[in-house]
Nanobody, 123 residues
């Protein structure tokens, strides 16, 4: 059984930084792509960033490119999301997920999800 546990969320002022972590177990972590999604109140869950399991290629949604960095430590089975220059519109619950097929940008390509961690950015 795959388990994903996010941590690192919290309350931060606009312009601040946070680093999210996602500890994975139950699957050979290095073989699979991983992604971060987020969901704000009343909105659909949206893609944030992804990293491949083959060559660590990275993918970002336009609104976070240049501010967020996704990375992974295969030795620790952990995925990260470094977030800088945070904006109030980044406020959401952030989820990590394991990718198993198709386009990294679509939720349908992910099969296991964590429980989420809240990020709140105050103005």
């Amino acid at each position: 059984q795959v388990q994903l546990v996010e941590s690192g969320g919290g309350l931060v002022q606009a312009g601040g930084s946070l680093r999210l972590s996602c500890a994975a177990s139950g699957r050979t972590f290095s073989r699979y792509g991983m992604g971060w999604f987020r969901q704000a109140p009343g909105k659909e869950r949206e893609f944030v960033a992804a990293i491949s399991g083959i060559d660590n290629s990275t993918y970002y949604t336009d609104s976070v490119r240049g501010r967020f960095t996704i990375s992974r430590d295969n030795a620790k089975n952990t995925l990260y999301l470094q977030m800088k220059s945070l904006k109030p519109e980044d406020t959401a619950v952030y989820y990590c997920a394991t990718h198993y097929r198709g386009n990294y940008y679509y939720r349908t390509g992910y099969d296991y999800w964590g429980q989420g961690t809240q990020v709140t950015v105050s103005s």
